[in-house]
């Protein structure tokens, strides 16, 4: 059972360039979540996707755009790369009901130069 | 956006040693998660602790949600060098649309 997967690993981008980021799940979950985690700051959300069809802003959405194109994958886009964006970057999957907890990716270490 | 403040940030210890993490907040929380994550791999969840005053044991971690729904703790007893990595709290607040807000995180060591 892979769980949540996410691609590429590893990215190196120049500022300007754009670029997507996957992620898919296997779970059957509703709802998917795209988070970046830089050092000292804990994990900030930047989308998320309540169910198929829909997605919201999260805390940090500045400088990317989401799409759910459909219930198993949840994409994350830069569209015109900045250094302040060089951080790891996080998918998740969960049910929508309370209290359940968040499936998380390996993650995509992302370095904009 | 509610904040979580985790202490302390930094820990290294000896093996064998008890420590306490600490998730604070001035909001209240309709419950509070535990994750813990290994370099290189997403957080994975601990615990789940939804009811004030809670008290939940996972072998020798103990976690606590305070009675006001605004704090919480993770206790590790006789800590073992498998316990090293990076403990994070997160919080989810009623009708929230199920978001959480992560603390920033405690990086334990646990040294042989």
């Known amino acids: 059972n892979a769980g949540v997967t996410q691609t590429p690993k590893f990215q190196v981008l120049k500022t300007g360039q754009s670029m997507t980021l996957q992620c898919a799940q296997d779970m059957n979950h509703n709802s998917m979540y795209w988070y970046r985690q830089d050092p000292g700051m804990g994990l900030r959300l930047i989308y998320y996707s309540a169910s198929e069809g829909t997605t919201d802003k999260g805390e940090v959405p500045n400088g990317y755009n989401v799409s759910r194109l459909n219930k198993r994958e949840f994409s994350l886009r830069l569209e015109s790369a900045a250094p302040s964006q060089t951080s790891v970057y996080f998918c998740?999957?969960?049910?929508?009901?309370?209290?359940?907890?968040?499936?998380f990716g390996d993650g995509t270490r992302l370095s904009i130069l | 956006t509610q904040l979580l403040e985790q202490s302390p940030q930094f820990l290294s210890i000896q093996e064998g040693e008890n420590l306490t993490v600490y998730c604070n907040s001035s909001s209240v929380f309709s419950s509070l998660q535990w994750y813990r994550q290994e370099p290189g791999e997403g957080p994975v969840l601990l615990v789940t602790v939804v009811t004030g005053g809670e008290v939940k044991k996972l072998k020798r971690l103990t976690f606590q949600f305070g009675d006001a729904r605004k704090d919480s703790s993770l206790h590790i007893t006789a800590a073992q060098p498998g316990d090293t990595g990076l403990y994070l709290c997160?919080?989810?607040?009623?009708?929230?649309?199920?978001?959480?807000?992560f603390g920033s995180g405690t990086q334990l060591t646990v040294l042989p």
């Open positions: 998740a999957s969960s049910e929508w009901t309370e209290n359940q907890p968040q499936h």
């Open positions: 997160a919080g989810e607040e009623s009708g929230s649309a199920r978001q959480l807000t």
